[in-house]
């Protein structure tokens, strides 16, 4: 299917895939490096018991046989795996849904990502035990996300906020409101709610008379879908990029170069992306474009091919942070800058 995306959130769009793929990036790199596994010492007559258990029985033998300091362990490695493998499965799905004009869907799967998987990654860096105790004792309503208290749920947002480590945060009330209050005009969740169900009759979510729900959305209404979704899913997503760093952090460690790296692609990509959605201070882009032109010189002085010096115009700059690469004007190849994880 071809791409419908309007030219203006084409931007946007790669941004949010950066900040997807950076973690997803850190997710494979963990699963390669085993950083997920746990190891069990047993005698060999717990082996003989432990071979052939699984499901419950097996989890009730480890309660059983294993210090409670590495029962946490399995779980928290476990769990951290699972959800952050689930909430970049829903999410790549609907930014390509969006890609190709189907917003209902990219609506639709925006939902559990963000008002579930990335929650529970927050309240795991925010409060493990209080997590963990719930997830193992006390039954399904006291994890599901709508059954805790509003205030509940913004303490634990607050509370991971508060645990990232960089300086450069987004606002917790924001991230609260932009994924479970219906009534602010920039929710994700009243969209949401909408492409979910053809009739809404929530008052900030009312279906028009002799109307359905997105499906007769006229192209100002497309218009407005579109923006709405790039004002928003990359700030989430840069927010939940941090939330999986720190969270990983705690079972890896990536080489310092990489993570710098990373770190100035992501924070001036931030800056560019909102550039283009809304318009931001050009002194601030000056000073990213300065950033960026003095972290590629410690890299490289010049195009490797044909020596000429780079050029950080505004199009070098969101490719820079989007791709790792830079554009030559003079022999026209594109250099592409390759730092990994080690």
């Given amino acids: 299917m071809p791409v419908v995306l309007p030219a203006h959130y084409r931007f946007a769009h790669a941004y949010a895939i950066f900040l997807h793929d950076l973690i997803v990036g850190q997710l494979r790199s963990g699963i ?21 258990l699984q499901g419950e029985e097996l989890y009730r033998w480890l309660e059983e046989n294993v210090p409670p300091e590495v029962l946490v362990e399995t ?77 509940r749920r913004k303490e634990i947002i607050r509370e991971a906020v508060t645990a990232l480590t960089e300086s450069h945060t987004i606002d917790p009330g924001f991230i609260y409101d932009v994924r479970y209050n219906r009534a602010e005009h920039y929710s994700l969740a009243g969209l949401s709610d909408k492409a979910v169900h053809l009739v809404t009759t929530n008052a900030h979510l009312l279906t028009a008379p ?30 939940a990029e941090r939330v999986v760093s720190q969270i990983m952090s705690r079972v890896a460690k990536w080489d310092s170069g990489w993570d710098i790296w990373m770190e100035v692609r992501r924070e001036i990509g931030l800056l560019l992306y909102m550039d283009s959605v809304i318009g931001s201070d050009r002194e ?49 190849d594109t250099v592409v800058f390759e730092v990994g994880p080690d």
């Fill in 284 to 332: 601030r882009v000056d000073a990213a474009r300065e950033a960026l032109r003095r972290m590629v010189a410690a890299l490289a002085p010049g195009c490797p091919q044909c020596g000429k010096e780079f050029q950080f115009h505004l199009r070098n700059m969101r490719q820079l942070c989007v791709r790792g690469a830079l554009h030559c004007p003079r022999c026209r």
């Fill in 75 to 151: 779980d928290y490695k476990m769990l951290v795996q699972a959800l952050i493998a689930d909430f970049c499965h829903y999410v790549l799905e609907a930014l390509n849904a969006s890609r190709k004009g189907k917003l209902t869907v990219a609506f639709t799967l925006l939902r559990k990502p963000f008002q579930d998987s990335l929650f529970y990654l927050e309240w795991i860096l925010a409060d493990l035990p209080d997590f963990l105790d719930r997830f193992r004792n006390r039954g399904a309503k006291e994890v599901e996300v709508k059954g805790l208290p509003v205030e």
């Fill in 32 to 52: 390669e490096a085993r950083v997920f596994n746990t190891s069990i010492p047993l005698s060999e007559q717990e082996a003989k018991s432990f071979t052939g």
């Fill in 210 to 239: 002799q109307n359905f729900n997105f499906i007769f959305s006229s192209p100002d209404e497309f218009e407005s879908q579109w923006h709405h979704l790039y004002l928003v899913v990359p700030q989430l997503l840069f927010h």
